[in-house]
């Protein structure tokens, strides 16, 4: 999720950062020379990218052909594949499928996951994204099925929260700007999200959910995919400004850029624990490592409370390295 609720502590030092980590920090505009937006707030030009952090070209493929029990028992439930020659239409009491569903439901699963290819393809070009990246977060937040789950506060593909849009909105002026604007027009949206007065920003941050939310009761299987594919856009947006927040909050922490300690990869790895667990999981994590220079030293450091943190990481890796 984007990103995760944080324990009472965890909330003080996130107010303060936020206005620390913005306050003070103006965004820049980045040109398409630049290698974008993250790469740029990582602080150097990588010698070397590894293949899961390519930018999109014209041979990128993101086939891929997973096992995702999740999303089987999403399309049983939802009834956009019959599970009548199953055992309780392929679902055990739980709502998981069982294992005569996850059969019957292959050549589907196989389909849902790489339907969204060609958009998350464009929104990470345009984005200037890794594909590879956007997908396995997609991949681990929702199992590609767009649909809501209120009951815990995760909408879309990218599973976002109130904390997420948060991010998006502090971090990304040009989308502040497009989500206010529906509601307050041009005049009404010249000043910054995080000097808003708090019923304001509650709006907003439920437009944000609104425009991802993917319910619809009307549609095949109860799902919207158009409001599934602006998931993906939003989800871009996030991710750049989980990079940029990433690298004050390492700013704040070490007086450095993560360029100076951090090879690229390590830093994608912050970039993705800072969009799971939180700025201020992140900022902690910082501190006590004391001379944070790869991943594996940051990652021990979390708190108990953020270790989901490193375990996101892990889950990450599984759907991008073989």
Not at 38 to 60: E, K, R
Not at 151 to 171: F, P, R
Not at 215 to 240: F, S
Request: net charge neutral; charged share 15%.
């Amino acid at each position: 999720m984007a990103s995760r609720a944080w324990s009472p502590v965890i909330r003080i030092l996130l107010t303060a950062l936020t206005v620390m980590t913005t306050a003070s920090w103006k965004p820049t505009s980045v040109k398409a020379d630049t290698g974008g937006t993250c790469q740029m707030a990582y602080g150097l030009t990588p010698t070397s990218i590894p293949d899961w952090l390519m930018p999109v070209s014209g041979n990128t493929n993101l086939a891929t052909a997973n096992r995702y029990d999740v999303l089987a028992a999403e399309l049983l439930s939802s009834g956009l594949v019959d599970g009548a020659t199953c055992p309780a239409q392929g679902l055990n009491p739980d709502g998981s499928a069982n294992g005569c569903g996850i059969e019957l439901t292959k050549d589907q699963v196989l389909t849902w996951q790489n339907q969204f290819d060609s958009v998350i393809l464009s929104s990470s070009q345009a984005a200037e994204l890794p594909p590879k990246v956007v997908k396995a977060v997609i991949a681990v937040e929702s199992q590609f099925w767009p649909a809501a789950n209120w009951t815990l506060g995760e909408i879309g593909l990218g599973q976002m929260t109130t904390y997420g849009a948060d991010l998006v909105l502090m971090w990304r002026p040009a989308y502040f700007r497009t989500i206010c604007r529906q509601t307050y027009g041009e005049i009404g949206c010249t000043t910054q999200y995080q000097f808003l007065d708090s019923s304001t920003q509650f709006l907003l941050r439920g437009m944000v959910l609104r425009d991802i939310e993917a319910t619809c009761p009307n549609c095949p299987g109860g799902v919207d995919l158009e409001k599934g594919n602006q998931a993906i856009r939003v989800l871009t947006e996030t991710l750049n400004a989980s990079c940029l927040q990433s690298t004050r909050i390492f700013n704040l922490a070490t007086g450095k850029q993560p360029a100076a300690f951090l090879c690229y990869d390590d830093y994608w790895h912050l970039v993705l624990a800072n969009y799971h667990a939180g700025a201020g999981c992140v900022y902690q994590a910082l501190q006590k490592t004391g001379n944070p220079n790869s991943w594996n030293s940051i990652a021990a450091n979390f708190s108990s409370g953020c270790a989901s943190g490193a375990e996101y990481i892990r889950r990450i890796e599984g759907q991008i390295k073989p």
